[in-house]
């Protein structure tokens, strides 16, 4: 028969992956002779690969009204089912491949406990997200998705959930890449792609999807009208907060930024952002404690803020935890590579930690960091005068404990004293490289001796004075 030619033709075509050549042929066929089941289940299969699910729907059930045992037609049927979430159609088909295909019903029986498991995740799923309870929907979102992947309202529900969790970017991709062009250009689809833009902080492409969206559709525009509302709030009241940070009134951009919080709870980028710019209010007001509250929620709401880990390790700092401040810049440079202030701030962080680890002549003389010329003069005069060892010789515990601090006193005033060198010591910089201490050494004497030499010089010198 005419039609058994073109079937053999179009399996032919299918086998070469031309599918909508295969497509054709098979049509052809049914024109002339529409009773054959095998035609409308092998044109099912083409549909089926160029994703056309619902043709082939029509298609396979076709076959199944000609021939209700094509067992390919009921399992091909089946998997669409499960591919597009139709989980109770998909059940009534698997039971029917049981009564068709006794020799395979183990195969089917698994296949149905896959669709019991399915059935019971998608309860679990609807229900944590209706309440909220978002890592625990996502979670289940991702496991339904292995097998229903062309699920289209499991789909829009997975890119909320990735939103509000804020996992911003990853919701992008899904967008871009898990929806078909027709579901592309569907109502909920477009609003997810607004509401996208809305957590990306691209304020005005969400604004003009949205309003187009208004224009557009015929359905009620509550959703799109609710997330118009939101922008046009926070824009107005993050103007004011920013408006008043510039001109100084930093507790009234931090009452400003708040209000911002109440408006959107589920914008956790939105809410990284702003609890950083209140901790940088806090920080220019010096309440750190506050500071690092609100910086630790920024954190919280976004881990992959690299500003706010930088206000981080900057408050640290200002606190003198500089082991937790280099935690803070080395996790910007970690979350980003190119960041030159981190850099910056790292190697600062080394001088600080050297500067603890030297000797601090302020304290060695008992002077505070701002002292100046006579004071630390007058300091040295009184310490030498103590503890020279002239004056502590009366054993030789005392003389070598003299001796000590006699030569740690000199070594203090001696670079105090020199502004120079004073420079380079509070700058955390290492004053033996920038400034030959001993210049003096005309290589017959060790460093020790030197040093010795020059505490005497320096005693004899003021005491003369």
């Known amino acids: 028969a005419e039609w058994s030619i073109l079937k053999e033709s179009g399996n032919k075509e299918y086998q070469n992956g031309h599918f909508k050549a ?6 052809r066929a049914i024109k002339l002779d529409s009773t054959q089941d095998i035609l409308f289940s092998n044109r099912a299969l083409c549909y089926i690969q ?27 049927l ?14 009534l088909y698997n039971s029917r491949c049981q009564n068709i295909d006794s020799e ?14 399915l059935i019971e995740l998608e309860t679990k799923l609807r229900k944590d997200f209706s309440i909220g309870n978002l890592e625990s929907a996502l979670k289940f979102s991702e496991q339904l998705l292995e097998h229903c992947y062309d699920y289209y309202d499991i789909k829009i529900i997975h890119v909320d959930c990735l939103l509000q969790v804020g996992k911003v970017e990853e919701a992008t991709e899904f967008l871009n890449s898990k929806f078909s062009s027709t579901e592309k250009s569907t109502e909920n689809t477009q609003f997810m792609v607004a509401k996208a833009y809305y957590y990306e902080g691209k304020y005005e492409k969400a604004k003009a999807l949205l309003n187009s969206q208004i224009m557009t559709t015929k359905q009620p525009k509550n959703k799109q009208e609710r997330l118009l ?10 103007e004011a907060a920013n408006q008043a940070f510039k001109q100084g009134n930093y507790e009234q951009a931090v009452d400003k930024y ?21 901790a940088l209010c806090k920080m220019k007001t010096k309440k750190l404690s506050d500071a690092m509250k609100y910086i630790c929620l920024s954190i919280k709401s976004n881990p992959k803020y690299s500003k706010a880990f930088f206000r981080k390790g900057q408050i640290n700092k200002d606190l003198g935890q500089l082991e937790e401040a280099e935690r803070d810049f080395k996790k910007v440079l970690e979350l980003d590579p190119a960041c030159r202030e981190a850099k910056d701030k790292l190697d600062e962080l080394e001088m600080e930690k050297e500067k603890k680890k030297r000797k601090d ?5 008992d002077i505070n960091a701002d002292s100046n010329e006579q004071e630390i003069r007058q300091a040295f005069k009184k310490l030498a005068a103590k503890w020279h060892p002239d004056k502590n010789s009366s054993d030789q515990k005392t003389l070598e404990k003299a001796k000590k601090m006699f030569d740690e006193i000199t070594e203090a005033y001696d670079v105090l004293s020199n502004k120079q060198k004073r420079t380079i010591y509070d700058s955390g910089n290492d004053i033996d490289k920038e400034f030959n201490v001993f210049n003096e050494d005309d290589g017959s004497l060790n460093e020790e001796e030197l040093l010795y030499k020059r505490a005497e010089e320096i005693y004899y010198r003021k005491n003369k004075k």
């Open 22 to 27: 295969a497509i054709e042929l098979y049509s």
């Open 50 to 76: 160029i994703n056309d699910l619902k043709q082939a729907e029509v298609d396979l059930k076709k076959a199944i009204s000609l021939n209700s045992i094509n067992i390919k037609a009921n399992k091909r």
């Open 78 to 91: 089946f998997s669409i089912y499960i591919r597009i979430g139709k989980l109770s159609e998909a059940r």
């Open 104 to 117: 395979n019903r183990e195969t089917h029986k698994k296949e149905q406990e896959l669709n019991n498991f």
């Open 229 to 238: 509302s939101i922008l046009s709030s926070i824009e107005h009241v993050k």
């Open 258 to 278: 708040l209000l911002i919080v109440n408006v959107d709870s589920t914008n956790l980028n939105l809410l990284s952002t702003l609890y950083s710019n209140i």
């Open 361 to 365: 002549y302020y304290k060695v003389l």
